[in-house]
């Protein structure tokens, strides 16, 4: 069967630097999406893999190794704000997206 | 973000009720989707809609029962709801299905069976 594997809950420091990750296991692989949902609202495109390395957007990086199976979310300098669920997503051979249940993560001051 | 509309946001229903969702796009789109999402589980693909014609129909219950007459709005009828039917659902839309088309959702509706 398909899978996305991403940890329920994480907990961080406003102003740290906090790694969400995410494993996978598909059949095939045509890239990996990274949403932000705040609570009661509209999940939002954050970013999207489909070669391995780094792609950074300001303070969010996403990394994907596709030999692993393996992504993860990096968020810097953490702000209020940034508490949220974050739900990974993977497209399979049929162009299908498979979603993890997400990470909720909540910022402490 | 106000791409996608869906109303109501909130709905209360009882078991034999009759009611729809509606979901619109501003977006000059060609796919739609319906996706559920309950606490703490994936969201949940139900049905896909590209170019107005359903390609996808993931084993969603016949109490479910979309329609789609246009390429911007898609509708989500529902009757004799269960109670395991409360979630949120999830319309979302994209320029085409397939190749790295990222998704647009809208903020959902609130169901309460």
């Known amino acids: 069967g398909q899978n996305i594997d991403q940890p329920t809950e994480m907990t961080a420091t406003e102003g740290a630097i906090v790694q969400i990750n995410c494993t996978y296991q598909?059949?095939?692989?045509?890239?990996l999406f990274w949403y932000q949902q705040h609570a009661g609202e509209a999940p939002t495109f954050l970013s999207y893999?489909?070669l391995d390395g780094l792609e950074e957007k300001g303070r969010f990086s996403s990394f994907l190794s596709r030999s692993k199976g393996y992504s993860y979310l990096l968020l810097k300098e953490l702000q209020m704000k940034d508490s949220a669920s974050y739900l990974c997503a993977v497209r399979d051979s049929n162009y299908q997206l498979i979603w993890g249940a997400g990470t909720k993560l909540i910022i402490k001051p | 973000e106000t791409g996608v509309t869906q109303t109501p946001r909130h709905l209360v229903m009882g078991m034999t009720n009759k009611k729809s969702l509606k979901c619109e796009q501003h977006l000059g789109h060609n796919a739609m989707y319906w996706y559920k999402q309950s606490a703490k589980k994936p969201l949940e693909l139900m049905f896909v809609y590209n170019f107005k014609e359903q390609t996808e129909n993931n084993s969603v219950p016949s109490r479910f029962s979309p329609e789609c007459p246009n390429s911007s709005h898609l509708f989500l009828h529902l009757h004799t709801l269960q109670p395991e039917d409360s979630a949120l659902y999830l319309c979302a839309s994209s320029l085409k299905v397939g190749d790295a088309e990222t998704q647009y959702f809208g903020p959902g509706t609130r169901l309460l069976v």
């Open positions: 893999n489909v």
């Open positions: 598909t059949s095939g692989f045509n890239g």
